[in-house]
Nanobody, 118 residues
Framework: QVQLRESGGGSVQAGGSLSVSCAVS?????VGWFRRAPGKEREFVAF?????TMSIADSVQGRFSIGGDTANALLQMNNLKPEDSAVYYC?????????????????WGQGIQVTVFS
């Protein structure tokens, strides 16, 4: 049984940095990060697989990075913008060939708030 525990997040001024950690029990194929802003659909942010493949969404490329491994994954967010404000979710998938689709992920964390103010 996979369990996830998220930590980090918070509030920061635009241009600042925050990180969100995800501790995962079990042995997932991939750990992914998604976010949902008010009134918007949940969107892909990044993933890291058990075989060390990774992907970052174009919208955050160059500002966000993902590190660690599938037991302890870290989403590092730099040069944050107000439009990055959202609830960030960690999720796991059995596949190691994720395409960043919500439906690929079957275990989800409770979500953690990230707020960026201008």
């Amino acid at each position: 049984q996979v369990q996830l525990r998220e930590s980090g997040g918070g509030s920061v001024q635009a241009g600042g940095s925050l990180s969100v950690s995800c501790a995962v029990s079990g042995r997932p194929g991939t750990v992914g990060w998604f976010r949902r802003a008010p009134g918007k659909e949940r969107e892909f942010v990044a993933f890291l697989s058990r075989v060390n493949t990774m992907s970052i969404a174009d919208s955050v490329q160059g500002r966000f990075s993902i590190g660690g491994d599938t037991a302890n994954a870290l989403l590092q967010m730099n040069n944050l913008k107000p439009e990055d404000s959202a609830v960030y979710y960690c999720a796991t998938s059995t596949t190691i060939r994720s395409r960043g689709l919500v439906d690929e992920y079957d275990h989800w964390g409770q979500g953690i708030q990230v707020t960026v103010f201008s």
